[in-house]
């Protein structure tokens, strides 16, 4: 897995794992599908997605992951970024998430659906979601969309 761009730094001895990856855009009347992710104190905002599962395709785990963290059933549209991002998962492992970032469309919305309990659906303006997301991969992304529709 490669990336066009590497975001986050690296912290010094520690192993990175490689993640495939994919997130979503979805924007509806100016505003872009978010999730807050509850963690207390900690809490942060980020883009739908998450890893890529097994034989999963790209567009398929956005489908699934919009799913599992809103409700939200979507369609994806477009690839228009590919980036890594080095973070620290909530339990302290080390990660390189690596993937691709696709504008979707919303097909349907059925909160009961959700299975992720700590992540919540907000609906952020693009300036504020760049000034926001926890992860800069995530901010890029969000300006990539913003140039191409500007």
């Known amino acids: 897995m490669s990336a066009a761009l590497q975001f986050g730094t690296a912290g010094p001895d520690l192993n990175y794992r490689l993640r495939a990856t994919a997130f979503g855009l979805v924007i ?10 509850d963690r207390g104190e ?20 956005v489908v699934r992951e919009f799913l599992e963290e809103t409700g939200m059933t979507v369609r ?18 080390p990660i390189n998430n690596i993937g691709g970032f696709w504008i979707a469309e919303q097909l349907a919305l059925d909160p009961a659906a959700k299975v992720e309990a700590d992540h919540d659906l907000v609906w952020l303006e693009p300036y504020e979601a760049l000034a926001g997301l926890r992860h800069e991969a995530h901010a890029w992304a969000v300006t990539v969309w913003l140039r191409r529709n500007a």
């Open 28 to 37: 509806q009347d100016g505003k872009l599908a978010c999730v807050r992710v």
């Open 42 to 61: 900690g809490s942060y905002f980020d883009l739908p997605g998450g890893a890529v599962d097994g034989d999963e395709t790209e567009e398929q785990a």
């Open 76 to 93: 994806p549209l477009a690839r228009i970024a590919h980036a890594a991002q080095y973070f620290r998962k909530s339990d302290g492992e």
